[in-house]
T-cell receptor, first 115, second 113 residues
Framework: TQLLEQSPQFLSIQEGENLTVYCNSSSVFSSLQWYRQEPGEGPVLLVTVVTGGEVKKLKRLTFQFGDARKDSSLHITAAQPGDTGLYLCAGKVVGSGGSNYKLTFGKGTLLTVNP | DSGVTQTPKHLITATGQRVTLRCSPRSGDLSVYWYQQSLDQGLQFLIQYYNGEERAKGNILERFSAQQFPDLHSELNLSSLELGDSALYFC????????????FGQGTRLTVV
């Protein structure tokens, strides 16, 4: 069972369209991050959210952390071909001991933006 | 550039062999994480070190081991390699074990033939 479920798994859209991808869990997270990964490269951190209900904006990207800190969404406005990549959410489960140090990843949403 | 350096970038080896992957964390970061990424499993946490000591362990096989040295670089040793070990191996670093954010290297692509 995947601790973080991301949906959709694949998304192919045209340039200029808007999209939302989701990251859901039954566990509560102390923080949640979104990363973008391009083929052959390592994940690159986009944003960290830590407070329930928090909304952060990064140019055309809007990130929201759920009120209960169990889920998050990423909304992209007017997508561009340069947004193409694997979007990964990751978080640290609220807990104690060593498990709190472990950054758990979802499997990602593979986004393709066609010109 | 995340500041995390991994070598080598590519590695091709035969089944049964042993390889060592190397990671230098960002300047000032004391914590190092190792992840394995395959198409079907996604990014799987293997192990974490902080200032030379193991702090958390994930789904790391007994054939795999890691360590962090006094200069804070880390090595991941993979032995008795099997075809299924072919994957991307990433190292990430953070300032301390509980830090919310981790910064990733570019990875080592291991191919076992």
């Amino acid at each position: 069972t995947q601790l973080l479920e991301q949906s959709p798994q694949f998304l192919s859209i045209q340039e200029g369209e808007n999209l939302t991808v989701y990251c859901n869990s039954s566990s509560v997270f102390s923080s949640l991050q979104w990363y973008r990964q391009e083929p052959g490269e390592g994940p690159v951190l986009l944003v960290t959210v830590v407070t329930g209900g928090e909304v952060k904006k990064l140019k055309r990207l809007t990130f929201q952390f759920g009120d209960a800190r169990k889920d998050s969404s990423l909304h992209i406005t007017a997508a561009q071909p340069g947004d193409t990549g694997l979007y990964l959410c990751a978080g640290k489960v609220v807990g104690s001991g060593g498990s709190n140090y472990k950054l758990t990843f979802g499997k990602g949403t593979l986004l393709t933006v066609n010109p | 550039d995340s500041g995390v350096t991994q070598t080598p970038k590519h590695l091709i080896t035969a089944t049964g062999q042993r390889v060592t992957l190397r990671c230098s964390p960002r300047s000032g970061d004391l914590s190092v994480y190792w992840y394995q990424q395959s198409l079907d499993q996604g990014l799987q946490f293997l192990i974490q070190y902080y200032n030379g000591e193991e702090r958390a362990k994930g789904n790391i096989l007994e054939r795999f081991s890691a360590q962090q040295f006094p200069d804070l670089h880390s090595e991941l040793n993979l032995s008795s390699l099997e075809l299924g070990d072919s994957a991307l191996y990433f190292c990430a670093s953070s300032s301390y074990p509980g830090a919310a954010e981790a910064f990733f290297g570019q990875g080592t692509r291991l191919t076992v033939v």
